[in-house]
């Protein structure tokens, strides 16, 4: 797949300001897993209504969609190390609430949905920030293994952080927050004092065109677009990890304990792969390795719909996360170096609408699919299709599946068209 290099002799650890930034998204990960933990299990209590448990899906997605164009603006145009210590601060006042209305047993479902919102608006400033700030980090030969290392942050925090939160929810969900608050303290700490070197924006007035740049740069950049999109699509066809319970009880027949065994694997193909992403550079052919990456996900996704043995869905669970790794290390290394820096918070607010918009719309589609034709029907369906657009994208974006290096020439990137919508 790739070689190390001589670069790889270069540590991540011997750049302060990525490892400040590093410990400051374990912390913030870990917080907000144990948050969601005792948020849904503390709205579950007091309604007793699956649907409730929806809606606090629901107060994050309206504005991780909504706000993202004037998000990726704001991330252009203002200190993005800022923008990331806000939305932090104002995560944490609204945990401190969670938490003091927890421990003084005044708290009711609107004031929970109303302080998950709030914490869906920071989230939504703070995401393109936070994606934008990486590329200044580290040397962009070594922002693949950089992506890589933070994204281990966040499976690390996926597997660990629910345990961690449902074993302290013993003690009363005030418990949970105020640790999810510390967390969020530290990160916010760290970020405080983080070394950032930004080039002084150039302040532009928020229009329609300004706010939709991002969507024009993506339109004008065959090999982002393909990168984006493909993503959009792969997830969205690829959705078998929301009928985990299904599989669990009805083809696997295993309780509780299989169905958290399943949940983990993919998180636990994806942390080992990102150990190894970390200390290897991937220097050649890496369209080639992000198509056959997304191929093994479907690949992955196929072998999981027709098993009917636990170890063997397991395995390919643990495969689907681990080539999900891959691709998507690839795939945001190459947006964010093809992209100017002056350009990337815009660009990644548009990425983010894409990711959050699949996650959402491909749970939703497989659940529609698993009530037509049946769970299995439904996996392999959606493992098929992301075969298909696999080979569909190979054809539509030939300089992307020739694409041999994570930094484009400039002769690699396409002019830019006319500046207009």
Do not use: C
Not at 16 to 35: D, E, H, N, T
Not at 94 to 114: K, N, P, Q, T
Not at 292 to 307: E, I, K, N
């Amino acid at each position: 797949m790739s070689s190390p290099s001589p670069v790889t002799t270069d540590s991540l650890f011997q750049h302060p300001a990525f490892v400040q930034f590093w410990f400051a998204r374990i912390a913030s990960s870990f917080g907000f897993q144990m948050l969601s933990v005792a948020v849904g299990w503390q709205i579950y209590e007091i309604t007793g209504r699956a649907f409730d448990l929806g809606l606090i899906g629901l107060v994050q997605f309206i504005p991780s969609v909504l706000l993202a164009l004037p998000a990726g603006h704001v991330a252009d145009q203002f200190e993005r190390r800022r923008i990331v210590l806000l939305g932090q601060i104002v995560e944490l006042l609204a945990i401190v609430v969670l938490a003091a209305l927890s421990l003084m047993h005044a708290v009711h479902e609107a004031g929970i949905l109303i302080l998950v919102f709030a914490i869906g608006v920071a989230k939504a400033f703070e995401f393109p920030a936070m994606q934008s700030m990486l590329p200044a980090l580290v040397p962009p030969p070594m922002l693949a293994r950089a992506m890589a290392v933070n994204g281990s942050a966040g499976q690390a925090a996926m597997i660990m952080g629910p345990a961690l939160g449902g074993l302290l929810y013993i003690a009363g969900p005030g418990t949970v927050y105020v640790v999810s608050g510390v967390l969020y303290l530290i990160a916010a700490t760290l970020m405080s004092r983080l070394r950032y070197e930004q080039a002084p924006p150039r302040r532009e007035p928020a229009t329609l065109k300004t706010l939709f740049a991002g969507v024009h740069f993506i339109r004008q950049r065959p090999d982002v677009l393909g990168v984006i999109s493909l993503d959009l699509f792969a997830v969205l066809l690829g959705g078998a990890t929301a009928l985990l319970p299904i599989f669990a009880k009805d083809v696997l027949h295993t309780g509780p304990w299989g169905l958290g065994l399943l949940r983990a694997a993919p998180a636990v193909g994806a942390l080992l792969m990102s150990f190894w992403l970390a200390r290897h550079n991937l220097e050649r052919r890496v369209g080639t390795i992000m198509f056959a990456s997304v191929a093994g996900f479907g690949l992955a996704t196929l072998v999981f719909a027709v098993s009917s043995t636990l170890w063997l869905s397991l395995a390919a669970l643990f495969a689907l996360g681990a080539f999900d790794m891959v691709s998507m290390v690839i795939r945001g290394a190459l947006v964010q170096l093809d992209t100017p820096d002056d350009m990337r918070g815009r660009v990644s607010a548009v990425n983010a609408i894409f990711i959050n918009t699949s996650n959402q719309l491909g749970e939703f589609e497989s659940g529609l699919l698993a009530a037509w034709i049946g769970a299995i029907n439904a996996t392999l369906l959606g493992g098929i299709g992301t075969l298909v657009v696999v080979g569909l994208w190979m054809w539509m974006f030939p300089t992307l599946r020739r694409r041999q290096r994570l930094h484009a020439e400039p002769s690699e990137l396409s002019e830019p068209a006319a500046d207009t919508l």
